[in-house]
């Protein structure tokens, strides 16, 4: 198959209550054969620009409105996005950036200590796209531990090519991995996790006599009106908000 995606609702079984959090919400999720990490990002970036641009383009009285009531630094900020390449910077570099601005005291504290191993909460990823970058930015080969087992594993035997895009106002927006297509690596990492091998005999079969490296990703589409109106919270951008125990309709 070519270039394929899909765009419908996504559930998320897990207590998450915030203000950037939904139990159902909508994701994008483009699939590109023969693609690294690194075509992946090129495309979440492009695509994520594409729609900015739209916008402005289509709905400029729309982007003026929020402009003047919600986010009066919008514009500029679209316009900034739109003509500005996004940073990439690896896992490793964004945690030791963190506990650099630590040590320096640029910022006072975070609610967790950042260090290599922890799954960035929103606060790591915030001040990395608000304070230190001003803008979106990928970061790019996480540690495997607290990733999925289908991402591909990178030489170092540490870490695999998963990437979060990380903007401003939001935090992530976007996560994606190039796959792992090498069967005696993908069973390893399933092992490795402590799942039931037999459970995903469907998905070994599509690699047991072959396959084409490619990734993909996935991008919150409530997450992308918020970057496109400044509105800060996700329920007031989805017609009836499902969030964690509370789910009436």
């Known amino acids: 198959m070519g270039d394929v995606y899909t765009f419908g609702p996504t559930f998320r079984a ?13 994701m994008i999720e483009p699939e590109l054969c023969f693609a690294e990490v690194g075509d992946v990002m090129d495309c979440a970036e492009d695509y994520v620009k594409y729609c900015l641009r739209y916008v402005m383009e289509n709905n400029a009285d729309d982007v003026e409105f929020f402009n ?9 900020r679209l316009e900034n996005v739109i003509n500005t390449p996004f940073v990439r910077i690896s896992y490793t ?6 506990e650099q601005h630590l040590k320096e005291k640029k910022v006072k504290k ?12 929103s606060e790591h990823e915030r001040y990395l796209a608000e304070k230190v970058y001003n803008g979106p930015i990928c970061v790019y080969d996480f540690p495997k531990s ?8 990178n030489d170092d035997g ?6 979060d895009m990380l903007v401003p106002g939001v935090g992530e927006l976007i ?12 069973d390893e990492m399933i092992l490795e996790k402590n799942l039931e091998i037999d459970a995903y005999w469907w998905y070994r079969e599509l690699r047991m006599y072959g396959s084409q490296p490619h990734g993909g ?7 992308l009106v918020m970057m496109t109106t400044g509105v800060e919270n996700i329920r007031d951008v989805i017609p009836f908000p499902r969030e964690w125990n509370k789910a009436e309709f």
């Open 14 to 26: 897990e207590k998450s209550d915030t203000s950037r959090h939904l139990a159902e919400f909508w």
């Open 68 to 76: 003047q009531w919600v986010d009066k630094g919008l514009k500029a």
């Open 93 to 98: 570099e964004a945690i030791e950036t963190l």
């Open 110 to 121: 975070f609610n967790e200590k950042p260090y290599w191993g922890i799954d960035m909460g």
């Open 146 to 153: 607290f990733k999925a087992f289908y991402m591909r594993a």
């Open 158 to 163: 540490k870490t695999v090519q998963a990437f």
């Open 175 to 186: 996560g994606g991995s190039a796959r792992e297509e090498r069967l005696d690596k993908l």
């Open 217 to 223: 990703f996935g991008l919150g589409f409530e997450r």
